[in-house]
């Protein structure tokens, strides 16, 4: 087959035809680039070795419609990666395999989705994980924007883990695994062209590893999970309703870059409602708060991590924060969307 | 938390935003249809029971951007979920379960989109997989076009299962299941308003059971392909390449239904190039095409199955079909793209 000429060409709809074109996209692309024999038998799907037995299958899903599609830090591909590897570890997985599934629009450049296909299977190396099997549609210029894609993980977890905010009670540790905000500042800087871009980098990162040690340190951690898409508020208020008692956290407790707090006072925005892509919230008894934290705390992903509160008794499910100053606020869920397709 | 307004609301950006509207949506809308334990656990993703030890893990995704969304015989959530079932199906899979993920565009009518759910909720229910997780991300009006669906579907298959095209070798039996061209006609019909509306139905559906009777009839089938995008033609054109040789038809043995040749002459579409998202192909040794052949018959989804020709030593891979007047007719892979958004 021809090569295709990545350099100047773009995506038009014969490449989501079925037909030669679609086919040399894949095989000179997906194919090269993800490089595992999986994805290279080019079947429908993929046949793969079954995770150990006796434990339970881990699945999770993504999709990714972030805007830009590049920013410091990462791009959609790396993003795609990182949000769904670390969806199967917040509940205690170890991620094995992927799925990429793309909405590519007509017109978009050839180049740019090399980039990203390239950024993709770089973090899917790095994270050890196989994107196995996948799926190419287009659309037409103005029905889609550029580049979608939907990941799917999986993975495997011990049959004895049971990572759930229903476990939560009052007493609890809410613990943060490092600071706040990045990712989504990042991404709002370049869009208000607010020039921050060198200075601020998104904190796009797997954590399946910070995880594993964290449950081999404490195995009957209570609840795991990263404060993407509404942030750190929206995770507690989760948990929260799940979990049916409130939550308390303390201001000072919270690790924020400086460059965070400024840039969210310029835009208007609050570091508690602002995405994050490498961090996560983890709750635990109180007994075994201090051995988490150490744990947590000597993996390079856990490095600044914190204790930032408890769960309280409060049949009202409220998320309550006390300030800096000494008073109290409530945290309540976002209302509206502060920060569009941020993920 | 209030009752959505199903009847009369409408898709906006607070529905991706992680905050409370995205709870609700998540709530009354996927986990009430959807209506499994997994789902309903409310996680980054789901814990699910292993697949028996000693099979094979099988894995596939689609992207679903079919255009109209709603259609005669179907819509674009029955369409998600059986073409993901399928996939999995053609890799002689037994499918459990499927991740879907959402990208809703900004203003698409609340209304439509639980319509869209409660017909993939039926499509599962009767294809007995459970939709144990998934994601919902909104993009603004003009960045999408209505309602994207990505689906990823999980299942097992024997170890001992090798169902793949690199098996095929020449004399090898080809068969099909059934009529040819319904699904990509009955879309092409309501789009150019030809008034076929009610004559034609995409023939779309799940077959993994029709697979599992034949797996039991011909254990040693070589391969299965479901030809979609591209049609007859892409599927032969693939097999013809990964095996090594040639494929050879008969026109007067492919089941085509005359409405599906009248609206093909008047679309100007060759029906070999035309989605099916019903119907499979299968390859398997000669002496054991009869076997197969009555396995199928005997299903209510391969009532009309063929023996449509074989493949033959060809160097050149070429994919021919003898005509119904008796001359040869090369098939190619298809060129450009005929049938856009068709699935």
């Known amino acids: ?41 080019q079947h429908d799907g993929a046949a793969l070795p079954m995770p150990p037995a006796g434990c339970r299958l881990i699945l999770a899903t993504d999709s990714h419609v972030v805007s830009p599609l590049f920013f410091p830090g990462g791009d959609i591909g790396s993003l795609a990666v990182h949000g769904t590897v670390n969806d199967v570890a917040m509940c205690g997985g170890t991620p094995l395999y992927l799925t990429a599934g793309f909405i590519l629009e007509e017109g978009f450049p050839l180049a740019d989705l090399r980039r ?57 540790k809410i613990l943060l695994s490092g600071h706040l905000g990045d990712h989504g500042v990042a991404i709002m800087s370049l ?14 990162a797997a954590l399946h590893t910070l995880v594993a040690d964290m449950l081999r340190a404490v195995p009957d951690l209570r609840c795991l999970r990263d404060p993407t898409r509404g ?82 008794a409060d049949a009202n499910q409220f998320v309550q924060m006390e300030t800096a100053f000494g008073g109290k606020r409530m945290v309540d869920w976002i209302n509206g969307e502060q920060l569009p397709r941020i993920c």
């Open 231 to 312: 942030g750190l508020a929206a995770v507690l208020n989760e948990f929260a309703l799940q979990a049916g008692c409130g939550m308390r956290i303390r201001e000072s407790a919270l690790p924020i870059r400086q460059e965070v707090t400024a840039a969210c006072e310029l835009l208007g925005l609050d570091p508690l409602y602002v995405a994050n892509e490498g961090k996560l919230v983890a709750v635990c008894a109180p007994e075994d708060a201090d051995t988490l934290l150490a744990a947590m705390r000597a993996h390079p992903q856990g490095r600044d991590a914190a204790i930032i509160g408890e769960a309280i």
């Open 1 to 41: 087959m021809n090569r295709i000429d990545f350099a100047h060409g773009r995506v038009d709809l014969s490449h989501g035809s079925g037909g030669r074109a679609m086919a040399r996209l894949i095989e000179q692309l997906f194919v090269a680039e993800f490089d595992n024999g999986y994805l290279g038998a």
């Open 191 to 204: 869009r208000e062209n607010l020039g921050f871009e060198t200075a601020l980098q998104s904190d796009s």
């Open 116 to 172: 990203i296909v390239q950024s993709m299977a770089a973090a899917a190396r790095e994270a050890g994980v196989a994107i196995v099997t996948g799926d190419t549609k287009v659309v037409q210029q103005g029905k889609g924007d550029g580049v979608f894609i939907s990941t799917t993980g999986v993975g495997y977890a011990p049959a004895s883990i049971n990572i759930t905010p229903r476990r939560i009670r009052p007493g609890d």
